[in-house]
């Protein structure tokens, strides 16, 4: 027998001892669904390597070794290569309403500054390995072993509908054409609406930065991930209902400016009657942000394509001198937390990181307010690198004075003041003193250099 046949020999056997078919994606599904409602522990007798995994290791990798039965590799191609089936295990969290939500973006695989850049996508590595997957879903708990954290869902064998795959097609020419102008180390999420290069470095100080080709600038390492948000739409089956924007040629931009354009230099009454949607009274302080969705949507106030994307419309209006009546607000934080927290782990961090739906409502010479424009925006790098800059000098100051917190007049982007309902929600100082929540703010003329 020579070495080709003997390689054959073995194939075969290592083929017939496996509880599925290689070869076959629904054989592969209907193995996997073995995992439904069971922990990797209780699908699989793992006596022999509970003390040596404990709780290191990753869900994903012991699922391919302990109950796929195949050693775990770092090929390009998909995990299920006969198949043509990629394997990803993510969490998920239970929400209030008892639905289940992705607890992170599903990584899909690093990004290879200096090869991406000799690709097309249609040969691109992304496809080759991510055009089938086969998604498992497990419940996250923290202090839970990772091989005892529960399969709550089935499975899914998912492929991107044609649709989206179009979205996701001009997210990674994005990422790519930024990488070919030499700006990879000015990536961030927020450049997308689907497809995102989310960090995936160690963070911090002493991270290795990656080489880029067409700049000597070092890059924070990155991979392509699909967004919580469009993860989502994967666990609830595509089905909430949504309006959609009628995405024609993959670009969202163009769907969204084509919704906005009749509507554009009309005053707010004129849109409220062709709409027939009007203030339910002068505390209505949501009007705006529901006319902004009527517009986009019609009467459901959810479309699909921002949902996916996890788009935050902000609805900002501003005075005839582009002055917007307040400055943007953030999710507040705790003072006894942001003290040991690092950057890419904070909430500002990841809020920045976004991309947001910008409706501008501006009033006119005659004080009658008008809407004036859309754009997609997301921060620019020198403004995220100055946000970082805000957020650290923040860190540093509530170790030593929790009420001394950087103002509007010590950046030109962003500043911390309180946010709390009233002068009695308040949080624990480091200093042993009682504060009034605060939170991050984008200055007022920040925002209107941005808009104008």
Not at 28 to 36: N, P, R, V
Not at 416 to 425: H, I, M, Q, T, Y
Request: hydrophobic content about 35%; charged content about 25%.
């Amino acid at each position: 027998m020579d070495q080709a046949q003997s390689l054959l020999f073995c194939y075969n056997q290592y083929m017939t001892q496996l509880p599925y078919d290689l070869t076959s994606p629904q054989s592969i599904l209907q193995f996997a669904a073995g995992l439904s409602g069971k922990t990797l522990s209780q699908a699989v007798n793992l006596v022999d390597t509970l003390e040596n995994v404990k709780n290191k290791g990753d869900l994903g990798t012991m699922v391919e070794r302990y109950y796929f039965g195949y050693e775990p590799n770092s090929t390009k191609g998909p995990d299920f290569a006969e198949a043509g089936v990629e394997l990803k295990t993510t969490g998920v969290k239970k929400a209030s309403t008892g639905k289940y939500k992705a607890k992170e973006r599903l990584v899909l695989n690093m990004i290879d500054y200096v090869q991406l850049v000799d690709e097309q996508w249609s040969n691109s590595s992304l496809l080759a390995k991510c055009r089938v997957m086969l998604i498992l879903f497990y419940l996250y708990e923290k202090d839970v072993p990772v091989f005892d954290r529960r399969f709550v869902l089935d499975p899914v064998l998912f492929s991107f509908p044609v649709e989206d795959l179009a979205v996701i097609q001009r997210d990674w020419e994005t990422i790519r054409d930024k990488i070919l102008a030499g700006k990879a180390h000015e990536l961030s999420e927020g450049d997308t609406f689907y497809l995102a290069a989310c960090r995936k470095g160690s963070g911090g100080v002493g991270e290795k930065l990656r080489k880029q080709p067409f700049s000597d600038v070092g890059a924070k390492s990155r991979a392509f991930s699909l967004k919580p948000s469009y993860v989502n739409r994967i666990i609830n089956d595509f089905t909430s209902e949504a309006s959609s924007l009628d995405i024609t040629d993959g670009s969202i931009e163009a769907a969204t400016e084509q919704k906005f354009q009749p509507y554009l230099g009309m005053a707010v009454d004129d849109i409220a009657l062709k709409l027939d949607f009007h203030k339910k009274g002068k505390n209505d302080k949501g009007y705006y942000s529901n006319l902004t969705m009527r517009i986009l949507g019609g009467k459901k106030l959810v479309t699909a394509e921002l949902e996916k994307a996890g788009i935050e419309p902000k609805t900002i209006r501003v005075n005839k001198n582009w002055m917007p009546k307040e400055a943007m607000s953030f999710p507040t934080f705790k003072y006894m937390e942001i003290i040991d927290e690092q950057w890419e782990d904070s909430k500002f961090y990841s809020k920045i990181e976004q991309k947001f739906l910008f409706v501008v409502y501006r009033y006119d010479e005659n004080d009658v307010l008008r809407l004036e424009g859309v754009k997609y925006w997301n921060m620019p790098y020198s403004d995220r690198v100055e946000a970082q800059r805000v957020w650290e000098d923040t860190r540093r100051r509530v170790g030593v004075d929790a009420s001394d917190l950087p103002s509007s007049s010590e950046s030109t982007v962003a500043h911390v003041r309180p946010k709390g309902r009233n002068a009695l929600d308040v949080l624990p100082t480091p200093q042993g003193t009682m504060l009034q929540k605060k939170c991050f703010w984008l200055n007022k003329a920040y925002i209107a250099s941005q808009i104008r």
